[in-house]
């Protein structure tokens, strides 16, 4: 266990976020540190939330394998991908968007019709709708699901109504030095057989996979921003999807990935699972994320305290 923030620490912005949240964040045991073979010690001074957004910005905007590169131009992938690429799918893209974290503090907050009322709703991984429209809507637009979704029989990923229907969206981490040879021959969870065969089967379906470069792009800014060093692992899907929907939309509203008033250990509102590294972090920077991300917040306090809302300007939006 490692030990992040704490009463003796000066304060400053992010405390809010260290004071509302448990101190303690797990790393995970059986990890090794340079698993992914990512660089330590780069760090720029800490900058405004407008500065933050400008250097996203400025990044990458949402990149899905496309075919084009080694291995996969061999492969034949230029075929396999869909015709369009994400940042494409939807045109001029959406006025607002929800961003529906799995959160346990989702379970009671009564915020489903506001959610289903944007224009698209990404949700997570296994996250349901069903039994619990009242709290997180039933309109799902896009869902990102990390590799062990396609990879793990009990997810059942070929027949699941979870995963039909809506723009799909995988991602599996990659070494940051980008070899695609090695990821391909040594993923997290391989995800590239059952992908290939779900767009065989189902070629209307959008159904992208995230390119390594977009995520640890932004690693790279959220270590850039942070003074301690953070985990040497991507971030969580919700970081990811949040900044995948600044790219889609004019105006985002992100629930319950900073924690409201209605905090908890329940890991996700859909499972019976108390541990609050869900919320904090272990393998994942979450903690360090959520601070980038309430540094972007242009929302009202009382949204953030009472539904976890967060308010996100959309790219398109953001002038430097
Ligand atoms: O657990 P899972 O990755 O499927 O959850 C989706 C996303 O929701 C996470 O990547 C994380 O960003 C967010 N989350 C959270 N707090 C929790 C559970 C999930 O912020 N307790």
């Known amino acids: 266990e490692e030990v992040v923030g704490g009463e003796e620490e000066d304060e400053e912005e992010g405390d809010d976020i260290r004071r509302r949240t448990t101190r303690r964040v797990a790393r995970r045991d059986d990890s090794d540190p340079d698993e992914y073979y990512v660089p330590r010690g780069h760090r720029k001074a800490q900058q405004s939330g407008q500065q933050v957004l ?12 496309d075919g084009a590169e080694m291995p996969f131009s061999n492969l034949g992938w230029r075929k396999i991908v869909p015709p369009l690429p994400l940042s494409q799918l939807y045109g001029p893209g959406f006025q607002t968007c929800a961003v529906v974290t799995s959160a346990g503090a989702m379970l009671h907050s009564g915020l489903g019709k506001e959610i289903d009322s944007h224009d698209a709703v990404l949700r997570f991984n296994t996250a349901p709708t069903k039994g619990y429209e009242r709290d997180v809507g039933n309109k799902t637009t896009i869902r990102i699901i990390n590799s062990q979704i396609l990879a793990n029989p009990k997810h059942q990923f070929n027949t699941s109504s979870l995963y039909k229907n809506v723009t799909l969206v995988a ?24 992908y290939m065969e779900h767009r065989m089967h189902f070629p209307a379906q959008p159904f992208y996979i995230l390119h390594p470069k977009y995520i640890w792009q932004l690693w790279d800014v959220i270590q850039g921003n942070n003074l301690e060093n953070i985990q040497p692992n991507p971030p969580s899907s919700g970081f990811i999807g949040t900044l995948l929907m600044m790219s889609l939309c004019e105006e985002v ?7 409201s008033k209605r ?3 329940l890991c996700h509102y859909h499972e019976r699972y108390y541990d609050a590294a869900c919320t904090l972090g272990a393998y ?21 305290r009472q539904k976890g809302k967060v308010t996100l300007s959309g790219f398109k939006n953001v002038h430097c």
Not at 54 to 65: A, D, Y
Not at 253 to 259: D, G, L, Q, R, T
Not at 284 to 300: A, D, F, S, T, W
């Open 171 to 194: 991602w599996d981490p990659a070494p940051y030095t980008l070899n695609l040879h090695k990821w391909y021959s040594n993923p997290d969870y391989n995800l590239f057989t059952p």
């Open 54 to 65: 400008c250097e996203l910005k400025k990044g990458e905007r949402v990149r899905t394998l």
């Open 263 to 265: 905090q908890t250990d």
């Open 253 to 259: 509203h992100v629930y319950e990935y900073i924690p």
């Open 284 to 304: 994942h920077p979450l903690l360090y994320e959520k601070m980038l991300i309430q540094r972007m917040n242009v929302g009202p306090e009382d949204d953030l």
